[in-house]
Nanobody, 126 residues
């Protein structure tokens, strides 16, 4: 089992940048494919980005591609989401998740993830 804790959220103006971190404790972090999801008020949770266990394979939602970058440092048990050129529509609670299936690929379907963090709020003002 692994515990995930997100940090780095906050209130920023449109066009600014934020870097979210998700630190894992428990089992060896490199065994997990990881992903970022977000949920805005009144909306369903949506996929943002995913990363394979070795950090090589990535996938992004179309709405964030070119602005967000997902990465990981397995030595630090941490996955990052660098968010640039933020827009008001990026406002949401952001969650990281870990998949324990052993896949060497990325995982973009939320229902496949086994572990979730508690979320961190990102608010982008116009």
């Amino acid at each position: 089992q692994v515990q995930l804790v997100e940090s780095g959220g906050g209130l920023v103006q449109a066009g600014a940048s934020l870097r979210l971190s998700c630190t894992a404790s428990g089992r060896t972090f490199s065994r997990y494919a990881v992903g970022w999801f977000r949920q805005a008020p009144g909306k369903e949770r949506e996929f943002v980005a995913a990363l394979s266990r070795n950090g090589v394979l990535t996938r992004y939602a179309g709405s964030v591609r070119g602005r967000f970058t997902v990465s990981r440092d397995n030595a630090k048990n941490t996955v990052y989401l660098q968010m640039n050129s933020l827009k008001p529509e990026d406002t949401a609670v952001y969650y990281c998740a870990a998949d324990d299936s052993g896949t060497s690929y990325y995982v973009s379907e939320g229902q496949r993830y086994d572990y979730w963090g508690q979320g961190t709020q990102v608010t982008v003002s116009s």
